[in-house]
DNA sequence: TAAATATACTACCTGAAAGTAGCATTTAGG
DNA sequence: CCTAAATGCTACTTTCAGGTAGTATATTTA
């Protein structure tokens, strides 16, 4: 019941680039920043800017930023990009017709907590994860 | 953002034996009933009893029933014997310091959902999800 | 134009979850 | 006592997420 390591690595480098607006941060300095492998991380941000997330420079002094406006990137365009999006339409127990007209037992207490989960994703960008005055740990 | 598959599997098959108390039944009628890979399946029936949560039999007629009431057995002690709750003490983001005092952007707004998902597995009982009249898929 | 520094591409390695298979062991019952 | 039917144990296989490594390509700048 949690990301996908990649995910959660996709998400630290996009909050990251959100919190330094019109820079262009290389593999290197994200790496060192976040603690993620160096070449993993150098390929995750590949995918990252082929899915138009972020947009990038090559050669020297290159890398990347946020491609658009913090405020228009959403948490689900991260997760969908990375690790897909089926499990928030999955029944939790497997069952592949599993309904709510044909519900498993754990479906009702199931549906309410991953709904707000997808709210979470659906409606929280990256701007709205800056105006807590919360630290990076 | 899902349970393991075969955490998956041992919540069915603790289910389906809370649906029939007093009854023996052997991995092949579990099997035949919740779709899950025979061989496979008696492995995790034999962990399940291994770990105390249902009792067995072994020999002909030999099987696996409910090891005690219904009412007092929760969904995490299954969660727990497979897959383990590591998830859910975790950063969302897999910051190691991330805490309360010291949270992740995405901390606030996690831990709100993940308490949830948490009291679901540690105040749902099997004979809970027996009390509601819904159908097994 | 050449060197430095960046991303992009490709191939490979590793560990764990999921699944398969065969044989040993236990028990009921004719 | 023997056989059928069940679990238990052990080994192997497959797939994929995660990670490593080397080289090609692009761009800046001295």
Same mark, same amino acid.
């Given at each position: 019941?949690?990301?996908q390591? /990649?995910t959660e ?8 680039? @959100?919190?330094?607006?019109? #820079?262009?941060?290389? /593999?290197?300095?994200?790496h060192?920043?976040l603690?993620?492998?160096y070449k993993y ?7 990252? +800017?082929?899915?138009g997330?972020?947009s ?5 002094h290159?890398g990347? #930023?946020?491609?658009?406006n ?5 948490l689900y #365009?991260? +997760? ?5 999006l089926e499990?928030?339409?999955? *029944?939790i127990?497997?069952?592949?017709d *599993?309904s709510?007209e044909h519900? *498993? +037992? ?5 549906? +309410? ?5 997808? @709210?979470?994703?659906?409606? /929280?960008t990256l @701007?709205?994860?800056?105006e807590?005055? /919360?630290? #990076?740990?």
């Open positions: 019941m949690r990301f390591k /990649t690595y996709a998400i630290r480098a996009m909050v990251y680039l @959100a919190k330094h607006p019109g #820079q262009r941060l290389s /593999t290197r300095s994200l060192e920043s603690d993620i492998p991380l150098g390929r995750l941000m590949s995918r990252l +800017a082929e899915a997330l972020v990038v420079e090559h050669g020297k290159g990347y #930023q946020i491609s658009e913090r405020d228009s990137i959403y #365009q991260i +997760a969908e990009e990375v690790e897909g499990d928030y339409e999955r *029944c127990l497997g069952f592949p *599993c709510d519900p *498993c +037992a754990l479906h009702d207490r199931w549906v +309410a907590h991953r709904e707000n989960i997808k @709210a979470m994703l659906y409606e /929280t @701007a709205d994860l800056e807590e005055p /919360t630290k #990076q740990p």
